[in-house]
Nanobody, 122 residues
Framework: QVQLVESGGGLVQAGGSLRLSCAAS????????MGWFRQAPGLEREFVGA????????YYLDSVKGRFTISRDNAKSMVYLQMNRLKPEDTAVYYC???????????????WGQGTQVTVSP
């Protein structure tokens, strides 16, 4: 099973940017569709977006389209979430996840990182 470690979270003002990183180990990253999820206090975990194994296909939650971009570097076993024009409602713990089936549906993601906190102040 792949191991995932997120980093890059922090506190940022509304309108600012952050880039989250996800380092994968244990298995070849290109085996997986990779995704990002988030969970705000008191709410269920929410799918943010995903990227196909080759990086050629990405798709996003409507509320982050045009602001967030997922990318990957299989050679470095890294996945990234660039977040621009952040809003207070983006505040959450962000999780990196891997889908070995490559189907890319939220239910298919079976390997998870520990999460990184993103806080956006008004």
């Amino acid at each position: 099973q792949v191991q995932l470690v997120e980093s890059g979270g922090g506190l940022v003002q509304a309108g600012g940017s952050l880039r989250l990183s996800c380092a994968a180990s244990g298995r070849t990253l290109s085996r997986y569709t990779m995704g990002w999820f988030r969970q705000a206090p008191g709410l269920e975990r929410e799918f943010v977006g995903a990227i196909s194994w080759s990086g050629g296909i990405t798709y996003y939650l409507d509320s982050v389209k045009g602001r967030f971009t997922i990318s990957r570097d299989n050679a470095k076993s890294m996945v990234y979430l660039q977040m621009n024009r952040l809003k207070p409602e983006d505040t959450a713990v962000y999780y990196c996840a891997a889908d070995e089936s490559r189907l890319g549906r939220p239910v298919d993601f079976g390997s998870w990182g520990q999460g990184t906190q993103v806080t956006v102040s008004p």
